[in-house]
């Protein structure tokens, strides 16, 4: 972390306000995250915001998701590293497949249980699913697999958000140790390959610009 600091701190009088205020942001909202290993729902949403702060768009519209696509492409592209791919195949292979395997961080699983959806049409869009999953592994495809994890954390982040958890539940603390350790270690290296690559990753403004009225 101390690393990650003292790289943006040497290289913020390259980049643009906008870009520097999603990084800063960012970063205070990971600094965070780290000292509340026994508040793993806070833990949690802390590190969601962090990521929602570098990437500063909605996931929610079909055309946003198809971006945010494009933003996990770009990303690993740019980790000359390959840092996400030792992550994601080696470090912590096993966390993400019982992550993409559990139906309760699967969207249409709670769909079905607000009667929105048959339990035929969940079972089928799981199955579905994991054929996807089964083909992402099989071809070490990153992109397509962190897509997948985002799309999973974001229906976790929802279940928080919204009021469907209950603080320090027992229920959900596997997925929620799973996707915390997962982003724990994504981020950073996220916002490594950010401020290494400004010119082709400066997704523009943030949300919620820094305003001053007098």
Not at 17 to 41: E, P, Y
Not at 170 to 193: C, E, G, K, W, Y
Request: a positive charge; aromatic letters at 12%; glycine letters at 2%.
């Amino acid at each position: 972390m101390l690393v990650l600091e003292e790289t943006y701190k040497s290289k913020k009088a390259q980049f643009s306000d906008s870009f520097n205020l999603r990084i800063h942001r960012g970063l205070s909202w990971l600094k965070q995250a780290v000292l509340l290993d026994d508040a793993l729902d806070l833990k949690f949403i802390s590190l969601w915001i962090s990521f929602n702060a570098i990437y500063a768009k909605d996931l929610h519209e079909l055309k946003d998701r198809q971006q945010f696509r494009k933003f996990l492409s770009d990303i690993c592209q740019a980790d000359t590293e390959h840092k996400i791919y030792h992550l994601i195949w080696t470090k912590y292979s096993h966390a993400i497949r019982i992550l993409l395997d559990n139906h309760y961080t699967f969207q249409p699983f709670w769909d079905f249980q607000n009667q929105k959806i048959s339990q035929q049409d969940w079972k089928m869009s799981f199955e579905q699913d994991k054929i996807k999953v089964h083909r992402a592994l099989q071809q070490k495809d990153s992109v397509e697999v962190l897509y997948i994890i985002f799309n999973r954390l974001y229906t976790l982040r929802n279940q928080i958000m919204h009021g469907g958890s209950t603080y320090k539940s027992s229920i959900n603390r596997s997925q929620l140790q799973d996707s915390s350790n997962i982003l724990t270690a994504l981020l950073p290296i996220f916002m490594h390959v950010l401020l290494e690559n400004e010119k082709i990753l400066d997704l523009g403004k943030p949300f919620y610009p820094v305003v001053q009225v007098s």
